[in-house]
């Protein structure tokens, strides 16, 4: 069983809050079916396809200045 603190966890390395996979800072996957997310704070960048498979998401709330690493935030609109 992982180490849980509060309500974040650790598994191989990565922190989980909620819905939400970080590791050193980077949010590396939201794993939720909410449609409105708000990326939690102590997030210090936003890595590659995190909200891949969120069929659900419909809008993403980032904080000003946060760093994308990469492109392929969100999965590619559906026609």
């Known amino acids: 069983m992982a180490p849980v603190m509060g309500d974040v966890s650790v598994q191989n390395g990565a922190a989980h ?3 939400f996979e970080i590791r050193d ?3 590396i996957k939201y794993n ?3 449609e409105n997310v708000v990326i939690p ?3 210090a960048a936003i890595g590659e396809s995190v ?3 969120c069929e659900s ?3 993403l709330k980032i904080r000003q ?3 994308l690493l990469a492109s392929g935030l969100l999965p590619p609109a559906s026609t």
């Open 17 to 19: 809050e909620g819905n």
């Open 25 to 27: 800072g980077v949010l």
């Open 32 to 34: 939720g079916f909410d």
């Open 41 to 43: 704070e102590g997030v």
């Open 51 to 53: 909200c891949a498979g």
């Open 57 to 59: 998401l419909k809008s």
């Open 65 to 67: 200045g946060l760093p």
